[in-house]
């Protein structure tokens, strides 16, 4: 496997992240998780996305790109188990 800014060695989290995000839900990283390349290729791919997006779907249509793009490190997006999504 290629190495990437997401497959190291130390965990991205601390234990005290990890706790903040379940009982809060969330969680602010304050600091970049990607390299200014990767990010920069993620926002140009969410760009060419986005202005190819048909005038009568809203932008919040956009938010499972895992089912619409191929799973590549490139755009970020994740392999998808089928039927593993089925009941959400």
Do not use: W
């Amino acid at each position: 496997m290629k190495a990437n800014s997401y497959t190291s060695k130390e965990p991205l989290l601390n234990s005290g992240q990890v706790s903040a995000f379940r009982s809060q839900g969330f969680l602010v990283i304050g600091k970049p998780i990607f390299p200014q390349s990767e990010f920069d290729a993620l926002r140009e791919h969410f760009e060419r996305k986005l202005a190819d997006l048909p005038p009568d779907v809203r932008p919040e249509a956009m938010d499972v790109p895992h089912f619409t793009d191929p799973s590549t490190t490139v755009n970020g997006c994740m392999y998808v188990i089928p039927r593993t999504h089925e009941s959400l």
